[in-house]
């Protein structure tokens, strides 16, 4: 298939939710994103429009979908959005709207498409902008939150979006084996995540969804806190978590090593995580509950000296490293029915993710990628999961 077609394929994906939700018209928004990753995926996955467009909507209705973006950024969104229609927000350079004018724009073009008034129309909670929710609600509109629906339709993936996941997983392996090259005593933090963010941009990588996260020593339970300029020693702990985008779709991966020699009690928790992460994996299935896999990680944890220390299992991957469903937890936490009993379906892809955070060693955080398929997954990422770096 095309773009085109493809492009067709997901707008009759989202569409399938007016009739289930019986709705007169999806509304999309970007109206406040500074960057891709915080944006609304829904609307990147109806339109093709990645990146960064000021003013932009889409509405969607059962025989006919248009996209509205900014003046000055028409030309590059009709070059680059699937949809036949894509129109300017306002005639102009369209600069300077308030949240209130923008909503007042967006109302009046759901009525235009819809034909009436009185409408029910579909709306992505989690990123809604609140202005155009009150404006609607006044005009007496029925506001619906689709967002959970949005994530459903986008959790298959077809084979060009598998492309582009194995892709960024290339990529990523890339900023892995920079790391294993560079990592010597000396070397700080922040120069080893360059080394890996060089490597994985000279790759491909547009840009990344989460910060390069490179911590080492003792304290490298606080990864959060990290690239920091410490220098990493003989004997330290290294971990990293790297999630370069492609053409829209990320890769994310997370290693552990030793610089040097490994002690007896690293080498402990590295096996622990690795024999978890190989568990999980290969009960990742069509038809298998996000449940069963956490427990498959679980069972090698139970009993275990880092049992209190452990989180695992996964989470959802697509567009920007979209991480619905998250069935990532410590033993001691119980997920929601709706993530427990969530069964696995072909073609979607996920990340199984295994995280022991030792205090007074540091941690142990190891990752991959997979394609649920009915039987034994694809793994999408291949860089070596080794303890030690002599």
């Keep these: 298939m095309n773009n085109a077609e493809y492009?067709?394929?997901?707008?009759?994906?989202i569409r399938s939710i007016l009739s289930s939700r019986e709705l007169d018209a999806i509304l999309l928004a970007n109206y406040s994103s500074h960057t891709p990753q915080d944006g609304d995926y829904s609307l990147y996955y109806a339109s093709n429009l990645l990146g960064r467009y000021t003013n932009c909507f889409l509405v969607l209705t059962?025989?006919?979908c248009a996209v509205w973006v900014g003046q000055q950024d028409l030309s590059r969104a009709r070059e680059a959005s699937w949809i036949a229609?894509?129109?300017?927000?306002?005639?102009g350079e369209g600069w300077g709207h308030s949240g209130e004018e923008l909503a007042e724009i967006a109302l009046e073009r759901v009525q235009e498409m819809v034909g009436r008034e009185r409408i029910r129309v579909?709306?992505?909670g989690r990123f809604l902008p609140s202005t155009?929710?009150?404006?609607?609600?006044?005009?007496?509109?029925?506001v619906e939150d689709i967002s959970l629906e949005l994530e459903d339709v986008r959790l298959v993936k077809d084979e060009r979006e598998v492309e582009l996941l194995r892709r960024a997983c290339q990529i990523v392996d890339t900023g892995v084996e920079a790391v294993m090259e560079g990592l010597r005593e000396g070397i700080t933090e922040h120069q080893l995540a360059a080394l890996a963010e060089y490597e994985m941009r000279k790759n491909g990588a547009d840009?990344?969804?989460?910060k390069t996260l490179m911590s080492s020593g003792p304290q490298a339970e606080n990864w959060m806190a990290s690239p920091t300029h410490r220098k990493i020693g003989n004997g330290d702990l290294v971990v990293m978590d790297f999630t370069p985008v492609y053409q829209g779709y990320a890769g994310d991966i997370a290693r552990t090593f030793v610089c040097g020699e490994a002690s007896a009690e690293q080498l402990q928790a590295f096996d622990l995580a690795e024999r978890a992460l190989e568990a999980a994996a290969a009960s990742l299935k069509e038809g298998v509950t996000c449940a069963e896999v956490m427990e498959a990680a679980a069972r090698e944890v139970r009993g275990s000296p880092y049992e209190e220390y452990y989180v695992g299992a996964g989470h959802g991957m697509g567009l920007y490293d979209d991480t619905y469903p998250i069935y990532l937890a410590p033993l001691s936490v119980t997920l929601p029915p709706s993530i427990l009993e969530m069964e696995m379906r072909a073609n979607m892809v996920m990340a199984i993710e295994i995280i022991l955070t030792i205090p007074g060693m540091g941690g142990v955080r190891l990752e991959d990628n997979y394609v649920v398929t009915a039987?034994?997954?694809e793994r999408l990422t291949h860089a070596p999961i080794i303890a030690q770096i002599p």
């Design 85 to 91: 229609r894509v129109e300017p927000t306002e005639p």
């Design 62 to 64: 059962a025989d006919d």
């Design 7 to 13: 492009g067709q394929q997901h707008l009759d994906r």
């Design 122 to 124: 579909g709306v992505n």
């Design 375 to 377: 039987d034994r997954p």
């Design 207 to 210: 840009c990344f969804w989460w």
């Design 132 to 142: 155009l929710g009150l404006v609607l609600a006044r005009a007496g509109l029925t």
